[in-house]
């Protein structure tokens, strides 16, 4: 392998995949250095038990842009993906709650509880699809760069008129989600605590925060911008699990060109006079490169490969409070037989096995999770959401047996997990048992990923599976920093590409596909730039 290209990825996660594949279809000769020995990020498949394998990390698809999924032709490489019938499953104490299957079943559902939620249902998914649609038109634009002079400005103007243009009800839904508290939003709309309780879930997933904490309902609409073939608001299954994903990617970067190198850990971005030159990797070797895009968390690129030294005083305060952290505490299991819930019993496979299963019965037993943490440093009784996508996808286990991703929130990244990580992992296995009193004895094998455990395998700091904290001073054109919401760094030739910018965390593509448009563009005006000189 050669040590000069034209750009040089950090980190093969599926941004860092997307953006070096729109960079060599330009032309450009590119390689994408992972520390792992997996090509994927946090969007793998791995065998966590001899004959069971998981997404050991992300572990359920909607998100994905259709472009990305378009442009990389991932169909035809491969990628497919199952609908849930249903999309949650809510074990309570004496009842249950099934989300999703069709607008006319969810009502039924909801008319058990409250015949007037079950008839604001329509308003609210019709209010709330208005507003996810806002997300999803600029999901795949670069954000303006504040400061940035007459281009940003009339950048601004372009996504903020849509805006202008819609009715004032659906402006006055985006200003509420923007800013309320979760359950404030969802108060507004309905009466029951079951029916806030299946939505404002959403609000707390990868989310440090109760469903009081102010902002908190703008994370509940980031989980419901997504789609599945063609269904705005679904969610699926990526058969082969997460890493099906990235492997398709790794194809389509192959066919391309790209150079991609498993086990070259970056330990430093190399600047001379305020321009990137290249990187270093762990071995010693240096590979240089007019461009870098830096597909880590902003944390990680700034604290940790960038020298202080090459960026300002301000910039280097911001990004020391640069807000990190989730609260998420990741499991994966191997089980004998499927979980048999007391409030809808049987082992034998039923559609709210093959959905989301939210263990969080209530809103106030979600605030509660996060007070626990705050106080404790993890919850006394755990939000848990259960996948078990052996149901749909029997490669993923043996002939009978199952496994299930269990992704649970609110545990305090600065805990010393090392020293609690078993303890808290039996208390979730338990919080499980209360609900499927079978679930404890069915577990033949168990993979922990605590918060420091997602940090040193998976590189994301503090545990934060978003890669930054996504409240309002951390989104569109302030992620990570006001000034640098446009994917480039105060570093010329550094840009990032992952999920600490523009539009945020979750298995997209977009950060990706946006920083090579924006690389791509630099280089177009380099190259008249030069051609002129000539």
Known sequence: MSNRYDAIIIGGGHNGLTCAFYLARAGMKVRVLERRDIVGGACVTEEFAPGFRNSTASYTVSLLRPKVIADMKLHERGFRIIERTISNFFPFENDYLKLGGGAGRTEAEFARFSKKDAETYQHYDAALEKVAQVLRDIA???????????RSLLAAAQQGWPIAGLGLDVQRDLLDIFTKSARDFLEGWFEHDYVRTAFGFDAVVGNYAGVSTPGSAYVLLHHVFGEVNGKFGAWGHSVGGMGAITQAMARACAEYGVEISLEAPVSKVLVNNGKATGVKLESGEELYAPTIAANVGPALLYRQLVDSSDLDADFNRRIKNYKTGSGTFRMNVALSELPD?????????????????????????MDQAFIDAQTGGWSKKPIIEIKLPST????LAPPGQHVASLFCQQFDPKVDWDKHREKVADLII???NDHAPN?????????????LDLERKFGLIGGDIFHGNMGLDQLWAARPVLGHGDYRSPIKGLYMCGSGTHPGGGVTGAPGHNAAAEIIRDRGTLWKVLHRAK
């Open 392 to 395: 749909i996808d029997d490669s």
């Open 341 to 365: 819930f007391t409030v809808l019993p049987g082992k034998e496979k039923a559609e709210h096995h093959t959905a989301g299963i939210i263990i969080a019965p209530g809103m106030d037993y």
């Open 439 to 451: 679930f404890k004895n069915a577990v033949i094998a168990r993979q922990i990923h605590s918060p």
């Open 140 to 150: 795949l634009k670069c954000p303006p760069n504040v400061g940035g002079g007459v």
């Open 430 to 432: 338990d919080t499980v």
